[in-house]
Structure formats: C-alpha cells, structure tokens
C-alpha cells in the first residue's frame, strides 16, 4: 500500500482548521499530521516532519499567507494550495501566490465556511492529491483510482459527422489544469496580435477565472477576456471559460464561431470541462481546429482530444518534463489523442504553424 499524503493544514481560523483536518483525514490515501493557527507555528512543524502538501490561508496574524509561500519556495518547495475567502477584493492577490507557486486554489466562503468545506469535500480532497503530485523538484508522483464520474456525453452527443471540410479562420482549444496558470501565461505571451481566436478550459474556482483573464490581457498582445455566453471567437482574442458553474462550447453561427456558455453536471469531475470543450470543437469546427492539453491532474480532456483528431483537427499534448503535473497529458499520450508531444516552449510556435492557411 502507497504511504498516505501527508498534509499540513495553516489556518488562523480554528473552525476551518477542524473543518479541514475532518474532511482529509476521512481519506485513507490522506493524513493530516498538523494543524496550524500561523506561519510561524506551522514552520515549527515542517521543521520536525516535512509535509507532502500545504493547505494555506492568505490573511493570518504574524505573517501573511503570500509572504510565507515565498519564503516557503525559496526554501524548500512543498506543493501548496491557497485556501481564503478572498474572491472580489483579493482576487489578484491570489493569483500573485499562483505566481510564487502555489499549485492550486480551494474557494472558501466569508460566511458558513465549515458548512460550505464539508459540502466541496471531493474537491477539496482531489485537489490535495494533485497538489501531491505537483513537480518541484524530485518530489515522487503518487497514482489513485479516478473516482466514477459522468463523460461529456452527459453535456453534448458524440460527433456523429465531419464538421465543415474548410473555413477562412481556423480556431484553437486548449485544455489545463493544475500548473496551467502559469502554462497558459508562457503560451499567450508569445503570441502575436493577429493569432487565431482561442477558446481555454482553465480549471478554477467561480470568481478567479476573470481576475485570471484580466491579468492576461495585460501581459499579452492579444485580448484575454473571460467568455460570455455568445462571445464571437476572433483573431487576436483568447477566451477563458468562466470558473465553476457552467461549461463552455465552441458552436458555429454561419460564418463565425461563437462561445456557448451554459449550465450542466459536472464532467470528468470537472465544470467547465475540457472534454466537453474539445468534444463542441470536434462537432462544429472539425478539421478547422487545432487542440492543445496541459499540464494537470486527470483525465479531463483526453477523451475530447482524441474526438477533435478522429474529426480532422490537429492535436498537441504537453511533454512530461515541463508539465507540473503530467496527468492529463499522458492520458491523452496514452490514447493515442495527440498528433504531436511538445515541450510548454514550443507551444506556441506549433500552434501557429497548425493554423497558418
């Protein structure tokens, strides 16, 4: 039997830290080995028993989370996830700790924050373990059983044809998960202005995925903005499907594409989901796509990047050696789903190639 993941809990709130240390510990392929009120206190821990992951709050006493995280990787990196009720106001700030290298975010709630962590506990537990498998430095990957869950079968039907043999504007879907964050950052930055439209599934919590576009479309020669039901996808626009509640799909509308931006259960244990993403551009965009998977934990997406090949589309799948997780990607590897194994560097240069008429 593989050792259990050993977690250190960092939270000022006493409620959260029961919480926390309740809903991991239910897991046998978990252990919580401490509970923390501070940074200080929990680097008296790390320096008797070193923990596997990290669950960290932003605002503490003594110190704060992101100035702890920083400290923490120049140190000795330990994979680490954010967990703070910090959305509106505290949105960026967060996705700075993503920046100092933090592997994930768990959204907690201003009030009823016990209630809403034992109600989230599945995804609470699912983002430890990829936080375990996170590569900082020669940390060792851990494997677990998926859990049951629902296909895109349960969103959108199978391709049953070939979508339209050829159109004037070729469109890009690309998929990620944990690491994408920054993934996604290296890729759009190099792209040029007059790129291909680009419709992204980014595993994220509500809230976070427009903080994420808006710190995009500042670093970026294209426009990156959170998709809106009925977006047109566009030369020069990245679209990131919002966070949480509804899945995104790529339909066509006469001589345009367009974002369709609607609710649904929860795919591949995701929403939005990658595969439902890939599976709407297999069906409407066919060989005038070209799909992209990254770095993250799962499955989500390899299914969907094997439909958009079988229609005709062009498929690329991250290389182990810089993916922060290489779950996704090798399970698309594995289905034969990817025309090409590519290093995060090359990405965007393959991507234009694809779609260069």
Request: proline share 6%; net charge neutral; charged share 25%.
């Amino acid at each position: 039997m593989p050792k259990p993941i050993r977690v250190l809990v960092i939270d000022d709130s006493a409620s959260v830290r029961q919480a926390m240390t309740a809903i991991l510990s239910a897991d046998p392929e978990i252990e919580v080995i401490a509970a923390a009120a501070d940074p200080f206190a929990a680097a008296r821990h790390i320096q008797e028993e070193i923990p596997d992951v990290i669950t960290l709050d932003v605002e503490m006493p003594r110190m704060d989370g992101i100035t702890f995280l920083r400290k923490l990787m120049s140190q000795r990196p330990i994979p680490v996830v954010m967990c703070s009720s910090l959305v509106e106001e505290g949105s960026d700030t967060l996705l700075q700790a993503l920046d100092a290298g933090a592997v994930d975010v768990i959204l907690k709630p201003r009030v009823g924050v016990a209630d809403h962590l034992a109600e989230a506990h599945l995804m609470i537990r699912e983002t430890v373990k990829g936080a375990a498998r996170a590569r900082l430095g020669a940390r060792r990957q851990r494997t677990t059983a998926p859990a049951q869950k629902l296909t895109a079968d349960a969103v959108l039907p199978p391709p049953t044809g070939r979508a339209m043999s050829r159109t004037t504007e070729m469109v890009v879907a690309i998929g990620a998960s944990t690491g994408g964050t920054e993934a996604l950052r290296e890729v759009l930055e190099a792209l040029p202005a007059n790129s291909p439209g680009i419709v992204i599934v980014q595993h994220m919590p509500e809230s976070f995925t427009r903080a994420f576009a808006r710190r995009l479309d500042g670093l970026c020669q294209i426009d990156v903005k959170e998709a809106e039901d009925g977006d047109t996808v566009m030369r020069g626009r990245a679209l990131i499907a919002p966070g949480g509640l509804r899945h995104t799909m790529l339909e066509r509308q006469g001589a345009r594409y367009v974002v369709s931006v609607r609710e649904g259960p929860l795919v591949s244990r995701h929403r939005p989901s990658v595969d439902v993403l890939f599976r709407s551009a297999a069906r409407n965009a066919g060989a005038n796509a070209v799909g992209i998977i990254l770095t993250g934990m799962g499955d989500d997406g390899a299914r969907g990047l094997l439909e958009m090949k079988q229609a005709g589309a062009r498929t690329f799948a991250q290389d182990e050696a810089t993916s922060i997780v290489f779950g996704m990607p090798k399970e698309a590897i594995a289905r034969g789903a990817a025309d090409k194994v590519i290093p995060l560097g090359s990405v965007a240069r393959e991507l234009l190639h694809a779609t260069a008429r």
